[in-house]
């Protein structure tokens, strides 16, 4: 993980023929945790994709350096399948790799199918798959929806966990997120 | 890497055989038998009409079982994110979407040629004719898959795209049927020859078109 680093240079978002921000720019390095926040529709999940590059910046640039992980409200898990089986794909996509089943309560639903789980318990299954990712660069969209208060506090620890080991999280979202040492940016002050 | 593929290959071809509540490979098959079934009914039981023209039936019928998968190919993985995932871990569309024609094919090709057999006994098709009709399968089938795959990527997030995937393969299907069928009326290698050459075609060009649609979906 060390190395890990994400710079985000006079950064311009275009949603269909709306610009949604303009003139970011972010440094991030080893360790470091920022969140994004700002209302519905303010372009903070597009930010996210652009630095993952699964979406095209519209001005400026957005570099990387490290494996990026992402999760979203999409949770690339097959609905029809049991949850066990679900994630062992990604296990064994991404080497087998400890995602930390019992820590996040999925133990007990591996047999579950994935259609059947809550959205919290979907999000949870989404985390132990970033988990098991190992990736340097954690992109959080969202991470506390539909989570219990138990849940938010280990996401919180989670994050706090992955950036002491000299990771980096970026995460968009409404909510507060506790976490010591992590900065905020207000995505408004950059609206178009 | 390998390794990776591997694990790709058998997630679609488990997805797509098996298949959940999609029916997987059973209902095409079912499909095909059925209409291999009706046809003697429809048009009578005048067997020598029946051998003459059973052959493109059969054709007929694989063309049509093999566009009932279309709408769970690629939309799916999209929707759910899949896509997004796969390329955060370098694994390329076009990667993806090369595993996936063969998993379709898999999943649809060897089930249809096995089907193929009560077909043609349904059919009253001699075992010359027969030869002709599975060499040309083994032929036809992998264009179809290639064809198939693209076009699903190409109407992935489409409203109506299921059905609107369902009437753009035929048009683009016809190449493959008139040498598959053909090769039955001359009985010549020939028809077979260009059947296989156009499936080689649509497989080259699968990969590419339909990593390209599945990345413009995703804007």
């Known amino acids: 993980m060390q190395g890990a680093s994400i710079a985000v240079t006079d950064l311009a978002c275009r949603r269909g023929d709306r610009v ?18 700002g209302s519905n529709g303010i372009g903070k999940s597009s930010l996210l994709r ?11 640039t957005a570099e990387t350096s490290g494996t990026i992980g992402l999760v979203d409200e999409r949770h690339a898990l097959d609905p029809a399948l049991p949850l066990g089986r679900a994630l062992g794909f990604w296990q064994r996509m991404d080497g087998a790799a400890d995602n930390e089943l019992a820590r996040l309560g999925l133990s007990e639903l591996l047999d579950v199918p994935v259609r059947y789980l809550s959205t919290g318990q979907k999000k949870r299954a989404a985390l132990a798959r970033l988990i098991g990712q190992k990736a340097a660069v ?3 969209d969202e991470p506390l929806n539909g989570l219990d208060v138990h849940a938010v506090e280990l996401t919180e620890t989670l994050v706090a966990e992955h950036c002491s080991a000299g990771g980096i999280t970026l995460i968009a979202s409404h909510q507060p997120f506790r976490l010591g040492h992590m900065r905020t940016i207000a ?5 178009a | ?27 095409p098959v079912l499909f095909f038998l059925s209409v291999a079934m009706l046809y003697p009914f429809a048009v009578g039981p005048d067997a020598p009409l029946l051998a003459r023209t059973g052959g493109g039936v059969i054709w007929v019928a694989a063309l049509l079982a093999a566009i009932l998968p279309l709408d769970r190919l690629v939309e799916p993985d999209i929707e759910m994110g899949m896509f997004d995932q796969w390329a955060l871990r370098g694994i390329s569309e076009e990667l993806v979407i090369a595993v996936r024609v063969l998993a379709h094919w898999l999943s649809f090709g060897p089930p249809l ?7 043609a006994a349904l059919l009253g098709l001699d075992g010359a004719t027969l030869q002709i009709v599975e060499i040309g399968l083994l032929a036809g089938t ?21 059905a609107l995937s369902g009437l753009l393969v035929i048009p683009m299907a016809v190449p493959i049927l008139i040498f598959g069928a053909g090769s039955l009326g001359t009985g010549g290698e020939s028809g077979l020859a260009l059947t296989g050459a156009a499936s080689l075609v649509l497989l080259a060009i699968a990969p590419f078109a339909g990593g390209a649609a599945v990345r413009a979906a995703r804007s």
């Open chain 1, 187 to 191: 995505l408004a002050e950059y609206a």
């Open chain 1, 138 to 140: 954690w992109l959080l």
């Open chain 2, 142 to 162: 992998p264009g179809l898959a290639a064809l198939g795959v693209t076009v699903a990527a190409l109407t992935a997030g489409l409203r109506g795209g299921a």
């Open chain 1, 50 to 60: 652009i630095v993952a590059g699964l979406a095209p910046a519209f001005a400026g």
């Open chain 2, 1 to 27: 890497m390998s390794g990776r593929i591997i694990t790709l290959l058998k997630r679609d071809f488990t997805r797509l055989t098996l298949g959940g509540s999609g029916g997987g490979a059973v209902l």
């Open chain 2, 113 to 119: 040629m096995l089907a193929a057999l009560p077909a």
């Open chain 1, 20 to 37: 949604l921000f303009r003139g970011l720019s972010l440094r991030l390095q080893a360790g470091d945790a920022l969140q994004v926040t």
